[in-house]
Each structure stands twice: as structure tokens, then as C-alpha cells.
């Protein structure tokens, strides 16, 4: 066991973050957060609503940023890389770093158009056969080809919301990402749907490096390897999911899980 | 002021109306013993309800003799003239009146017309019998009205009911004032334009390729034939108000709109906002006089360096642009709203996916509003053709089917204003083409609005 | 369930996006650079806009301000009884006040500007009433001198405020070489200087520049706005009530509302013709007057109110409704008494930007005859009239140079009314404005 809790697995971190805080003007939502992501695994962020946990992944691809007022202290790394650095390039950063929103948002636009949107702002895609090849790879990898395929043309506003969400996953992957940021991508949908956007997570475990937030610790547990607890705005324990949920080291961590607050 | 002293008396009287209600309502709260329960409605509802039954009727005789009153008086004092001396209806008959007032009223010391000084005394007669009768009516309306409704008071009446029912209906009579508006205004419009399309073909008025209106007082008169083809008029009006001026708001409009939404820090859009605001405040006569003044002179300069030797002083290129920089606001706050529809998470999708600010309003934010912001451009395109005072100040009166900035075209609205200020004949052509233009104008701008709001209007649903 | 999501056929492998590569590098710095572009012209479209709105208000400024000055000349007056043509003994009786008033001064004025010499032709025409204002003040004067200060003519009042280009040829700058002489002559014997104009203030329209005023004007606008306030905001105030209070749902709310929507838009002009052929000629109300005007513009404004209350009304939530009616009191009482006063802020932000259109507006006013000369401030609601924004139009179309200046002033003057209008609407909105 590392000295800091929260870090600590033997493989090489795709992304670290040491010492991160976050003010929203004067209110400071996280606190003192370290925290290493692998590339092989999907780390789950768990905890409370308000504990800060969407907060904490919407620095790592530097969103927080559109937000007025907000202020982030602390390193974060990718690869190595300051990801706060005067010399990072945001849209580089973004696009190594994709992320996928609470509420489906896919553009106005058709299907085609919408995984097509990243390849073509970062000039990924040589030629019209190539721009093929990536949305319908993209929309294989999310398992919407088939669903899709005869209705590329079509707006992709009109699908279900399930459909709307996996879209969102190719519209990621078309950019070929390092990691994938998940916003609670589950909580708008259906049970069914549900599952599928989780059966997708695992096909793509180990392509990328995958950091879900949600709610629901069932989901936690089924689809991470890691868990991180938050709460209050500080990281509370980091460990292997079975760990979390079989022997939690924190009596908060515990109390969370066995359903005393939350 | 005959008619406010009038005014006054009879809410005077409503007012005594209103004590004597009052004043029996109370009576009756002390005669059941002081105890407010036994009496339906407090004191001043009997009052009040007392007053208004007093003070209608007189009001709706006072208002009727105030609107009809004059036209009743000249009908009589006309037709106190025989047939052969009775001056022509229209502008003769007006200034005949106008002198006979102004004798009766004391402020023209002598009259021109020999006519005058007989009708003077036949006119004040008529005036002050009118007024007496209409006096007593109102008085006597307002003693029946009052004595009706103070008999009616009782200890079990629902005064306080009644009066809200009255106070319900002055509150509906208020909001038909605006069905009535639009009634006169369709009407005064069409009733004219009918009389307007008896003496012009109504093909030749929306077809014709000419437009000088001026028509012969004499018959030997050259080249005032009078022609009504208003197609030059219109086409001024849509290069004026929907090319140059649309050409100048909606790229800076759109540009401000965007620039305060997604770039400014909320400490300058706090400043510059109010800024943007100012022009949508300042009169249009201000920017009329400034195009005219000093944006004309430097667009003719400007043409003559540019080689052009017959550049007008009113070109259609200033009052464009003058108007343009007026719609400006006007265009920011609707591009502002349909740009403030589009759900936040569309933008950070975009954000996220490594798109520049930039290339997140042009690709998603722009396209996803655009249905609003066209519906805002409708809207502004509607005002642009309806404003009056910059082309009536820096626009010609020359109607010319060019498309050459640098000279001189003429509107509807500059057309509107140079057919009806100075003398006017009521019957002529010339001064009723003023009110078809003024009816194309209106159906222009209504369908427009309507169509405009209709498409903001679904906009705004597909993101609620 | 691997099968569910199971992929159809292959997938196409690629390889990882390299972004150290040259061309991708200079992609990004060619996406940079569009941004900046794009925010830069943004940024520009704002100071293009702030900046014709500076050069406005700069040009008007620039002309205006020498507008509320006037050139003044010193006249040695011998207040002559018998080139007054009064006489001394009954001006010291009781009729004294009225014979002064009724005296001969343009006799003396034209003696008086023998002094002046060569440029005895400089003096305005109405500078006997000076020299009338001055006698009745102190009417001791008569028969002694007296040094006064009296207005010269509006060619030497723009020569001393250098209006005029002198290095341009004689016949294109728009003054004679006598009046440039004239004005060099009294420059030089320091005869002249520069005095506030209270003229202008507080006077009427005249056809000299250096004699007219913008008080006539802005009586006139008081006038027609009494009336535009009367009519227009207890209407919009009620309607609002009806509709939002009130109104059952249905076909008359509807018609309601769809005709305040589309009189909001409708172009102003419009209203002038209505006002035209309705109260002018079916009801033959008189024309030029304040009261024809002031129902106009109402029926014009109405809309702005009728909207602006009724979002108002509408911001005032249900549950003070509910309490109110719960405690007994009527529909009309919880109106009258909870949800219009609560409302009251937002009316009187949404009535006070409609009162500041109604005073700018000048197209209406023009077609029913609101562009009458009057050269005296008007005398009642149904007496001839013209309103400050008329005024500046009917300045602005005059040839002579004198009222360039004139005309910027009164857009000083009724700029500085509307933007005090707009930051009162702008306070009101700040200070009252209430979240539920």
C-alpha cells in the first residue's frame, strides 16, 4: 500500500492527479484530491450527489474551464503531460480525452454528420472513403452499426435515448481517444438501455482508458475493476472495486455502501 | 376645454352619487346595530356602486358629443347655406370651417372668406346648443343612473358583487380597445384604399413601373398626368430597409450577439449590453438627422472618389446604413435568445470533443439557432420597412427602379409622409394612394411578424 | 449478453492519432489562429457598433453645445420718451406697466445700433425686447443710458463661434464679406461676448435661428405625453389585468391577444394614418393638436405596456393568490390589493419605456399635422402644437446654417430626457425587481 490511500496499483497510470482543488468562485467543491487512472481499467467514481465527483472529472479533460468563476490547483497528468500547463493545447487535450455527458446530447445534425464532427475538426480523415471507414468503425466499436447503418441521413435527435447515448460513445471513439470520460452516462436511460451502454463499457475496457461516474453502486460494481469514494469534496478511499464493496477500510466508505446515507 | 369643464361637473356629481351611497350604507350598518355582518357589503361598496351607475351613462354622452360633435355642428352650419353658395366638400369647405372657427373662438382677428363672418354666429349657436343639450343628457342620465341605484341599496344587497362585476367589466372594455385599434386601423385603411382603387386600377397600382403622383389642377397642365405604378416604391423600400440595411446589422447583429454570449467576460457584457441597448433608444429622427447631416456627404465623397459624377446627396447606401446600424440591437437580442435556447449541454458536447469555441458556434450553436435567429432577421426586416424618419430625412423622393446604392430611391414610408403633410385633398388620387401604400405596408409587415413569430415560436418548443 | 452489443463484421483497426506530426501541429495552429480571427471580429462588430454611436453623440455634441450660447454685443441705449413715443408722466401712473409694453422700442433699437457704425446691421430683430425687459424692470431708466447686452444676428453669432470656414472662396462659405467685416469690426472694439441662451430654453419656434426655442416644443410634448400617460396606461394596466386574471380561455382572449401582438409591430406610421382618417377626418377632432397626438401615441404604446404587465402580473406566484383567497377576499379584491402592487415595479419599468417611445416618436405626429409652425408655446390640449422630435425634424430641414446648431442642441436636450427615462426604467427594474 502506497503512503497516500488513495493512490496505489503496481501497472503504469495513464492519468495522475495530485493535490487537486476546485473553487467555484469563493466555495471550494474539491479538496486535496490525488488520485492515479490506469489505462487498462474502468475506474468508477462513487459517492453522494454533491460530493464532487463530476466536479473532479470534468478537470481531467479541462472542462471545467467554460464554467464561469471555477479555479482548479494541483497537477494533473497525462502521460506525463501537465495537463494545466500553459503549453497544453486544450483541443489536443479534448480529443485525447473524450467525454460523455449525463443527457444524450448529440448535435442537430444526422447520424453521419455527428460521428463524422471530431475526425473532421481534427483533420483525421484523409479522404470521403476514410471519413467512411471511421464513422462506421466508430459506430461498430459503440454497437449502433446496425441500428444505424440503413439511416445515416437521419437527424440523430429522432433516436431513442438509449440509441442517443451510444451515438454520443461512437461520436467519442470516432476521434480514437486515450481516455473516456463518463458523466453518469446511465442516469437519463431505461433499464434495458442501461445495460447495453454497460455491456458497451466492458467491450471497450482495455482499448481505453475508462473513468465512470455514477450514482448506482450495482453499476459501479459491475462494470469497474476500480472504485474511488467521494465525499464532501475529498477523496476517501481508492482501492480495487471488490475491495470497495467487500471490506471497505473507511467506516464513511461503509456506511455509504451499506445504504446509511447517500 | 368646453368638454373638460363638462368632464369635471360630472364626475362631481358621481362623486356626490358616491357620498350618498356611502353615506345610506352606513345608516344601515348603525340601524342593524353596528354589526358589520348584518349588512352584505361594507359602506363604500354601496357608494361605489352608486357612483358608477351615475357616471357611465353620462360619460359614454359626453365622450359620443366630444367625437361626433364637430362633424354634427359643420353639417349644420353648411346646411344653413344654400346649395349655390356652398363651397366644395374636401379642402374648401375645411378652410371655410377653420376660419369660422377661429372667428368664434376669437383668435383670427378678421376673416378672408365673406362667408365666414355670416356663419360665425350660426356656428356658435350650434355649438352651444349641442353643448347644452349634450350637457343636460349627461345630467339627467347621471341623476336617473344615481337615484336607480341608490333606491336599490339594502342591508341584503350585494354591492361589493356588483361593483366587481362593473370593475370586471371596465377591465374587458380596456382589452377590447385593442380589437378596436386594429378594426380602425384595417378599416381606415381599406375604406380609403377602396375609394383609391376606384380611380386607380389596383393592377396598375401593384404593377406599374412608374410613380409620380402628382396630378393636373388645371387641365392644361404638362406632365402631371399622375401616375400610381408603385413597384419603384417598393423596391426602394425592400433595397433600403431588407439589402443595406440587413447587410450591415445582421453580420454586426449576429457578430455582437455572439462575441457577448461566448467570449465577453460578464463585467464588459454588463457594460457593453447597455451600450447596444442606446441604439435601440435613440429617436429615429436623431438617425435621421445624423444620415442626412453627416453620413450622406461622406457616401457621396465617397462615390465621387470612386469616379461616380451623378452620386446623390439622399443616396439609398446612407439611409441603409444609418437604419442598418439602428436594427443592430434589434438583431443582437433575438440572436441572443435563439443562441440562449440551445441546451448548454450542445455546446459542451462540442467543447468535448476538442472543438474551438469558434468552430462550436459556427458548426453546432449557429445551425441549431438558426431557425431562431432567421425568425429574429424576419422580425427586424418588418421594422426596417416600417421605419419612417431616417428615409424620410436621407432617403429621396425620386422613385427609381435602380439597384446602384450611390443614387437616390424612395420608399413607401418617405412616399406615406410626402403625400400627406401640406395641403390635402381628400378625394384625390394623390392623397389616397397614401393609404393603399399604407395598407401594403401593413399586410407586408403583418405577414411578416406573423410568419416570424410562428417560426420563433416552434424554435423555442423544439428545446423546451 | 457479450452477444447483444456484439459488433457486426470486422472492425477497421487504425492507427493511433500522432498529434507531434508537423501537419497535424500546423493544423491546430491554423485552428487557433480561425479562433482568434473569429473572436477578434466579434470584438470588432461591438466597437463598430459602440463607435458609430460615439461619432453620433460626438458630431451632435460638437454642433449642439454652441446651441445653448449666444453672441451677445454691448448698445449704449438713451431710453428716449419721446422716440418710445410714451409719456413720462403716465408711465409713472398706474397704467405705467402696460404703456412701457406697448412702446415704440424697435424706433430706439434702430437709433441705438447707429453706434455700431459700420456694422449697425448686426443686431437680431428681436433685440427691442431686451432693451423692453430691461425698461420694465427698472423703468427708471427712462430718459437716463444704460449699457445692455443684446443678441446679435445668427450670420455674426456663427462667425463668433467660428462655424464658418473664412479660408474658403466668398461664394461657397455661405456668409457675404460685409457680415465677416461687420463681425471683425465688433470682435475688434471687444464689443462682443458670449452669453447662456435662455432663449433657447425657454422660447418657441421662430423663423430666425438665433430667436427659436425648444420650450414651445417641449410644452408640447408635455401636453401630448398627459395625455398619452392618461389614456395609455390605465388601459394596458387593465387589459393586462383581464388577460391574465381574468380572461376565460377562448376565442376573445385569443383575438385579445393576437391583436396586441400584432399591434406591438406594426410600424408607426401606420397609427399616424389611423389617427389621420379616423379622429382628424371621421371625427373631425382638430389637427396639430396635443390631444389628437397624445391618443395616438397611446394606442401606440399600448401594446408595450399590455406586455410588459403582463409579465409582471405573471411573475407574481400563485401561492399569494392562494393565501389571499383563503382568507376570503374577492378575485378583484387579491388583484387590486396583492397582485398589482407586487406587480407595480415591472408595469412602471414596461410604461416608462413606452412613455420614452412615445417621446421620441415623430412619424405618427407628422401626418396629423403635429409639424405646425407655432411660434408661441402652445395654448391648451386642442390648440396647435408641435413636440420636441417634430421640432428637430422641422429644424433639420430648415437651409439656414443657424439651425444646425439648433437642431443638435434640441437632440441634446431630448437625448439627455430619454437616457434619464431609460436609466430611471433601468433603476426601477434593479431596485424593485423581486425572484420568488
Known amino acids: 500500500m502506497n503512503q497516500n490511500p488513495a493512490i496505489g496499483h503496481n501497472t503504469v497510470p495513464k492519468m495522475t492527479a495530485r493535490d487537486v482543488n476546485v473553487f467555484y468562485g ?135 435515448g438509449g440509441q442517443q447515448q451510444r451515438l454520443c460513445i461512437a461520436r467519442a471513439i470516432a476521434v480514437d481517444p486515450e481516455v473516456i470520460l463518463m458523466d453518469e452516462p446511465c442516469s437519463a436511460l431505461d433499464p434495458i438501455a442501461t445495460a447495453r451502454i454497460e455491456e458497451l463499457i466492458d467491450e471497450l475496457r482495455g482499448r481505453y482508458a475508462i473513468v465512470i461516474v455514477t450514482h448506482n453502486m450495482q453499476q459501479a460494481a459491475r462494470v469497474s475493476q476500480k472504485t474511488a469514494f467521494f465525499h464532501l469534496g475529498t477523496l476517501v478511499e481508492y482501492d480495487d472495486t471488490s475491495s470497495i464493496f467487500t471490506n471497505p477500510k473507511a467506516t464513511r466508505t461503509k456506511d455509504y455502501i451499506t445504504g446509511r446515507y447517500g | ?110 376673416a378672408f372668406n365673406p362667408l365666414a363672418p355670416r356663419l360665425a354666429p350660426v356656428y ?46 371596465l377591465l374587458l372594455v380596456a382589452s377590447v380597445v385593442a380589437i ?101 433608444g435613440v429617436p429615429t429622427v436623431v438617425y435621421g438627422f445624423f444620415a442626412a447631416l453627416t453620413i450622406a456627404p461622406l457616401v457621396r465623397s465617397f462615390a465621387v472618389a470612386l469616379g461616380m459624377t451623378n452620386a446623390s446627396s439622399d443616396s439609398a447606401l446612407a439611409a441603409g446604413l444609418v437604419m442598418g446600424v439602428m436594427i443592430i440591437p434589434f438583431v443582437s437580442s433575438m440572436a441572443d435568445d435563439a443562441l440562449a435556447a440551445v441546451p448548454r449541454a450542445m455546446r459542451d458536447g462540442s467543447l468535448a470533443m476538442g472543438a474551438t469555441p469558434s468552430e462550436t458556434v459556427k458548426k453546432v450553436l449557429v445551425p441549431a439557432a438558426l431557425p431562431g435567429i432567421m425568425g429574429g432577421v424576419l422580425l427586424a426586416v418588418s421594422r426596417a420597412i416600417g421605419e419612417t424618419m431616417i428615409v424620410v430625412m436621407a432617403a429621396g423622393l425620386a422613385a427609381n427602379l435602380t439597384a446602384n446604392p450611390f443614387s437616390s430611391v424612395t420608399t413607401v414610408t418617405t412616399q406615406i409622409v410626402a403625400l400627406l403633410t401640406g395641403d390635402q385633398e381628400f378625394d384625390s388620387a394623390k392623397t389616397l394612394s397614401a393609404f393603399a401604400l399604407g395598407l401594403v405596408l401593413f399586410v407586408m409587415t403583418l405577414i411578416l411578424n406573423i410568419y416570424a413569430l410562428a417560426v420563433v415560436k416552434r424554435y423555442r418548443e423544439a428545446y423546451e | 449478453m457479450a452477444t447483444l452489443a456484439a459488433p457486426a463484421g470486422p472492425i477497421a483497426e487504425r492507427q493511433p492519432t500522432d498529434w507531434a506530426t508537423p501537419a497535424m501541429r500546423s493544423r491546430i495552429a491554423a485552428r487557433y489562429r480561425a479562433e482568434r480571427n473569429f473572436r477578434r471580429l466579434g470584438a470588432a462588430a461591438l466597437v463598430i457598433a459602440a463607435s458609430f454611436l460615439a461619432f453620433l453623440l460626438f458630431t451632435i455634441v460638437r ?59 448686426t443686431l437680431s430683430d428681436a433685440a427691442w425686447m431686451d432693451l423692453r425687459e430691461a425698461l420694465m424692470d427698472d423703468p427708471t431708466l427712462l430718459g437716463k443710458r444704460a449699457s445692455l447686452w443684446v443678441p446679435v444676428r445668427s450670420s455674426i453669432d456663427l462667425l463668433a463661434k467660428g462655424k464658418y470656414d473664412l479660408a474658403a472662396p466668398a ?19 471687444g464689443l462682443l461676448r458670449t452669453g447662456f441662451n435662455t432663449t433657447f430654453l425657454f422660447g418657441a419656434d421662430s423663423t430666425e435661428p438665433e430667436l427659436a426655442g425648444i420650450g414651445g416644443a417641449a410644452l408640447g410634448s408635455l401636453l401630448t405625453l398627459a395625455v398619452t400617460i392618461a389614456i395609455a396606461f390605465p388601459l394596458g394596466v387593465f387589459s393586462a389585468v383581464w388577460l391574465e386574471e381574468f380572461a376565460p380561455k377562448g376565442r376573445l382572449a385569443d383575438i385579445i391577444e393576437l391583436s396586441i401582438n ?65 382568507i376570503g377576499a374577492s378575485p378583484i379584491q387579491v388583484v387590486f390589493h396583492h397582485v398589482l402592487p407586487l406587480a407595480l415595479p415591472g408595469i412602471m419599468t414596461g410604461t416608462i419605456i413606452g412613455i420614452a417611445r412615445a417621446l421620441g416618436e415623430t412619424a405618427p405626429l407628422l401626418l396629423i399635422g403635429m409639424r405646425a409652425f407655432v411660434t408661441d408655446v402652445p395654448q391648451g390640449f386642442t390648440a396647435p402644437a408641435t413636440v420636441l422630435p417634430m421640432q428637430v425634424f422641422l429644424w433639420s430641414d430648415d437651409v439656414q446654417r443657424g439651425f444646425v446648431e439648433k437642431t443638435s442642441a434640441a437632440i441634446m436636450v431630448l437625448m439627455l430626457v430619454l437616457i434619464a427615462m431609460n436609466s430611471l426604467a433601468i433603476y426601477l427594474r434593479n431596485r424593485f425587481e423581486r425572484r420568488w
Open chain 3, 63 to 121: 454642433d449642439g453645445w454652441t446651441g445653448f450660447q449666444r453672441t451677445e454685443t454691448r448698445i449704449e441705449v438713451q431710453f428716449d420718451a419721446a422716440t418710445l413715443g410714451v409719456d413720462p408722466a403716465a408711465v409713472a401712473g398706474p397704467q405705467g406697466q402696460a404703456l412701457l409694453a406697448r412702446a415704440d422700442y424697435q424706433a430706439l433699437l434702430l437709433k441705438a445700433a447707429e453706434q455700431l457704425g459700420p456694422a449697425d446691421d
Open chain 2, 1 to 110: 376645454m368646453r368638454l373638460l369643464i363638462a368632464f369635471a361637473l360630472v364626475l362631481g356629481l358621481a362623486g356626490l352619487a358616491y357620498l350618498a351611497g356611502r353615506a345610506r350604507g352606513n345608516r344601515m350598518v348603525t340601524a342593524a346595530g353596528g354589526r358589520m355582518g348584518a349588512v352584505h357589503s361594507r359602506p363604500v361598496y354601496h357608494g361605489a356602486y352608486v357612483a358608477v351607475l351615475a357616471l357611465a351613462p353620462a360619460l359614454i354622452v359626453l365622450a359620443g358629443w366630444g367625437i361626433v360633435g364637430e362633424g354634427l355642428i359643420e353639417g349644420q352650419v353648411l346646411g344653413s347655406l344654400s346649395a349655390a353658395e356652398r363651397p366644395a366638400p374636401g379642402n374648401d369647405s375645411e378652410a371655410l370651417l377653420n376660419e369660422v372657427r377661429g372667428l368664434v373662438n376669437g383668435d383670427l382677428p378678421q
Open chain 1, 26 to 160: 469563493q466555495k471550494q467543491a474539491i479538496k486535496n484530491v490525488s488520485i492515479d487512472v490506469s489505462a487498462e481499467h474502468v475506474t468508477a467514481f462513487i459517492g453522494p450527489s454533491g460530493c464532487g465527483k463530476s466536479t473532479f472529472l470534468r478537470c481531467l479533460n479541462r472542462m471545467n474551464d467554460t464554467v464561469d468563476g471555477a479555479r482548479v490547483e494541483g497537477r494533473i497528468e497525462l502521460d506525463g503531460q501537465d495537463v494545466y500547463a500553459s503549453g497544453m493545447d486544450v483541443v489536443q487535450l479534448r480529443a485525447r480525452v473524450g467525454m460523455v455527458f449525463q443527457k444524450p446530447n448529440p448535435f442537430p445534425k444526422s447520424i453521419y454528420e455527428n460521428v463524422a464532427y471530431g475526425p473532421r475538426l481534427h483533420g483525421l480523415a484523409r479522404s470521403k472513403t476514410d471519413m467512411d471507414e471511421i464513422v462506421e468503425s466508430a459506430l461498430k466499436r459503440a454497437g449502433l452499426w446496425d441500428e444505424a447503418k440503413d439511416r445515416l441521413n437521419e437527424s440523430g435527435t429522432a433516436m431513442s
Open chain 3, 171 to 189: 461664394e461657397s462659405r455661405g456668409v457675404t464679406d460685409r457680415e465677416v467685416s461687420d463681425w471683425r469690426w465688433l470682435d475688434g472694439k
Open chain 2, 180 to 280: 378596436l385599434t386594429t378594426f380602425g386601423i384595417v378599416l381606415s385603411l381599406i375604406f380609403e384604399s377602396i375609394r383609391f382603387f376606384q380611380l386607380v386600377s389596383p393592377v396598375e397600382f401593384l404593377t406599374g413601373l412608374q410613380w409620380s403622383p402628382q396630378t393636373a389642377i388645371r387641365a392644361d397642365q404638362v406632365g402631371s398626368t399622375g401616375a400610381f405604378g408603385a413597384v419603384p416604391l417598393f423596391w426602394g423600400t425592400i433595397f433600403i430597409g431588407a439589402i443595406i440595411a440587413m447587410a450591415v446589422a445582421i453580420p454586426l447583429g449576429l457578430m455582437s450577439a455572439i462575441y457577448l454570449t461566448q467570449y465577453a467576460d460578464p463585467r464588459v457584457r454588463k457594460w457593453l449590453k447597455p451600450i447596444l441597448e442606446l441604439l435601440a
Open chain 3, 262 to 326: 400584432n399591434l406591438a409591430a406594426v410600424p408607426s406610421i401606420i397609427f399616424g394614418l389611423l389617427g389621420l382618417a379616423f379622429f382628424l377626418n371621421f371625427a373631425g377632432m382638430p389637427r396639430s393638436a396635443p390631444l389628437v397626438g397624445g391618443i395616438t401615441l397611446a394606442l401606440m404604446i399600448m401594446p408595450v405596456i399590455v406586455i410588459a404587465s403582463r409579465v409582471a402580473i405573471k411573475a407574481v406566484p400563485p401561492s399569494i393568490r392562494d393565501a389571499a383567497l383563503g
Open chain 2, 124 to 169: 356658435a349657436a350650434a355649438r352651444s346648443n349641442g353643448d347644452l343639450l349634450a350637457g343636460a343628457l349627461a345630467v339627467a342620465l347621471l341623476a336617473m343612473g344615481g337615484l336607480w341605484g341608490w333606491s336599490r341599496l339594502r342591508p341584503d344587497f350585494r354591492a361589493r358583487n356588483r361593483v366587481e362585476t362593473q370593475v370586471r367589466a
